[in-house]
């Protein structure tokens, strides 16, 4: 059973930075196709950046310029670097993972998920 952790969240002002963390339990060799998502209060959930077993990323445009998404793959770890964050990035983060299809294909479904970690930015 594949376990997610995130850790990383806090509060900070406009225009400040945090790097989120999700450690994975299961030794992933790099095979799996992973991302974070975020949820607002009173907002549907919404993905925020991908990376597929290639490493190839792919971001939501409200973060592209401000967020990194990496991997690394001897820790087992997810990172999420956020820069020059805006009280509209406020939200619960949560890190995700799958397997890619029988293609090495990742889709958009992920089945595994973290608890999320709170992230806050007041202006």
């Known amino acids: 059973q594949v376990q997610l952790a995130e850790s990383g969240g806090g509060s900070v002002q406009a225009g400040g930075s945090l790097r989120l963390s999700c450690a994975i339990t299961?030794?992933?060799?790099?095979?799996?196709?992973m991302a974070w998502f975020r949820r607002a209060p009173g907002k549907e959930r919404e993905g925020v950046a991908t990376?597929?077993?290639?490493?190839?990323?792919t971001y939501v445009d409200s973060v592209k310029g401000r967020f990194t998404i990496s991997k690394d793959t001897a820790k087992n770890t997810l990172y999420l670097q956020m820069n020059s964050l805006k009280p509209e990035d406020t939200a619960m983060y949560y890190c995700?993972?799958?397997?890619?299809?029988?293609?090495?294909?990742?889709?958009?479904?992920?089945?595994?998920w973290g608890q999320g970690t709170q992230v806050t930015v007041s202006s």
């Open positions: 995700a993972a799958d397997t890619p299809n029988s293609l090495g294909i990742c889709l958009t479904e992920y089945n595994y």
């Open positions: 299961e030794y992933t060799d790099g095979t799996y196709c």
């Open positions: 990376i597929d077993t290639d490493g190839g990323t």
